[in-house]
């Protein structure tokens, strides 16, 4: 429990007095599914996978915790991830050329390293994940990969898949405890790219550090 203390010094206002005590410090404590959980402040960690409760008031009546998904908070994370990826792929267009249009970077026009990571990318979002079912890539969720390597976030199909299946939506992104989910491939390849020694942004730096000191 956090527990007050008011030490005194100089004119005592009686403060530290046994009988001043007015509310000896307790723990907080909330029965959830007849288990007794204990917490030193009013916020209560670990008892509810990925909920966290906040104590309001005492009460020996019982109580209903329902937990529903945030469609609009999960169609503004993607939307961000989306903004993001399609930035870094227009990057990569812009200086190395894409279809008829020319880099602007003479280095790196038609460079096959940033080739394989568009390659690579591609792959990725067009993966399959989660368990099966009606759900099992990121175009089952709203998520659909251009012909030019960009993405495109069908708002709509995101808010009818999180209300339909919440848990396949979960897992295509998340994965489960055996199989990986879409965002953790992701994460892997990403440092794949950034390795130190071996990574494929990491080679291709030094090597054209390396022709830069020739000259």
């Known amino acids: 429990?956090?527990?007050?203390?008011?030490?005194?010094?100089?004119?005592?206002?009686?403060?530290?007095?046994?009988?001043?005590?007015?509310?000896?410090?307790?723990?907080?404590?909330?029965?959830i599914d007849s288990f007794l959980m204990a917490s030193a402040s009013n916020t209560v960690q670990g008892a509810i996978e990925g909920v966290?409760?906040?104590?309001?008031?005492?009460?020996?009546?019982?109580?209903?915790?329902?937990?529903?998904?945030?469609?609009?908070?999960?169609?503004?994370?993607?939307?961000?991830?989306?903004?993001?990826?399609?930035?870094?792929?227009?990057?990569?267009?812009?200086?190395?050329?894409?279809g008829g249009s020319k880099g602007t970077s003479a280095a790196l026009k038609g460079d096959s390293s940033l080739r394989a990571i568009t390659d690579a990318l591609s792959r990725t979002v067009i993966a399959q994940a989660g368990t099966g079912g009606s759900l099992n890539s990121l175009a089952d969720i709203g998520i659909r990969l251009n012909n030019d390597g960009t993405l495109k976030l069908d708002e709509t199909k995101v808010g009818e898949a999180l209300d339909k299946n919440p848990d396949g939506f979960a897992k295509v992104l998340?994965?489960?405890?055996?199989?990986?989910?879409?965002?953790?491939?992701?994460?892997?390849?990403?440092?794949?790219?950034?390795?130190?020694?071996?990574?494929?942004l990491t080679v291709r730096t030094e090597g054209l550090n390396s022709q830069i000191k020739l000259f």
């Open 52 to 98: 966290t409760p906040n104590l309001k008031e005492k009460t020996d009546a019982a109580f209903t915790v329902t937990v529903k998904s945030n469609p609009d908070a999960m169609k503004t994370s993607l939307k961000g991830f989306v903004e993001k990826y399609n930035a870094v792929i227009g990057r990569i267009h812009s200086v190395a050329g894409y």
């Open 1 to 31: 429990a956090n527990a007050f203390t008011a030490t005194e010094a100089g004119v005592s206002l009686g403060l530290s007095a046994p009988g001043a005590v007015k509310q000896v410090a307790q723990d907080a404590q909330v029965e």
């Open 174 to 200: 998340a994965g489960t405890d055996t199989q990986s989910g879409v965002m953790d491939v992701m994460r892997d390849l990403l440092k794949g790219f950034t390795t130190v020694g071996n990574g494929i």
